[in-house]
């Protein structure tokens, strides 16, 4: 069973500051994603990183994969309330023929105004 | 709008009722997934589908039963609710290939008392 292990579990910050979460496993994935839910909805793709050291942005929001592939980072610049949800990266494991996603437990995000 | 569906949105059982949660997506899907959600416990999977007329066991299939009998819907089952069952259920659908993310569904919270 292939674990994918985030941190921090909580963060709390203020509007402004900068921030990292960290999304970690021993095992090799083909593809990694990060997910953005809010309370009482779905989890929403914000990205799909494909190929190791695959760097992508999304406004302030900036993706990164390991090398390897067996890791990635989330970076979030000048955190704004809107950024406030639990982060979930998911990694896919393409030999198991059905795209399955390992999901990470979450980061929790609060951003103070 | 095109996505997926999930009906009932709030359910409370009694132990030992059954009842059938339905999913429904609009995006010609080939996957579809059963997760729930539990505090502490991350996304897990129950059931998924790769295709009409095929299903598979997830991580957690124990209690539960599901039916793929059309391509865009996807039936979760209970034959005999038990308060473990307590939890936020989730359905999502994605197309073939590695680099395509889930639709998620926006949920439904089931209690089992």
């Known amino acids: 069973t292939q674990l994918l292990e985030q941190s921090p579990q909580f963060l709390s910050i203020q509007e402004g500051e900068n921030l990292t979460v960290y999304c970690n496993s021993s095992?090799?994935?083909?593809?990694l994603q990060w997910y953005r839910q809010e309370p009482g909805e779905g989890p929403v793709l914000l990205v799909t990183v494909v190929t190791g050291g695959e760097v992508k942005k999304l406004k302030r929001l900036t993706f990164q994969f390991g090398d390897a592939r067996k890791d990635s980072s989330l970076h979030i610049t000048a955190a704004q309330p809107g950024d406030t949800g639990l982060y979930l990266c998911?990694?896919?494991?393409?030999?198991?023929?059905?795209?399955?996603?390992?999901f990470g437990k979450g980061t929790k995000l609060s951003v103070i105004p | 709008n095109a996505g997926v569906t999930q009906t009932p949105k709030f359910r409370v059982l009694k132990t030992g009722q059954s009842m059938t949660l339905l999913c429904a997506q609009d995006?010609?899907?080939?996957?579809m997934y059963w997760y729930r959600q539990d505090p502490g416990m991350g996304l897990r999977l129950i059931h998924y589908?790769?295709?009409?007329?095929?299903?598979a066991k997830g991580e957690v299939p124990d209690g539960y039963n599901v039916s793929r009998l059309k391509k865009q819907n996807f039936l979760l089952g209970l034959e005999s609710a038990a308060p473990s069952q307590t939890s936020v259920y989730f359905c999502a659908s994605r197309p073939t290939g590695r680099a395509y993310g889930y639709t998620f569904g926006s949920g439904t919270r089931l209690t089992v008392v």
């Open positions: 995006m010609n899907h080939e996957y």
């Open positions: 589908s790769v295709g009409e007329g095929t299903t």
């Open positions: 095992s090799v994935f083909s593809s």
């Open positions: 998911a990694g896919a494991d393409a030999g198991a023929g059905s795209y399955q996603l390992t």
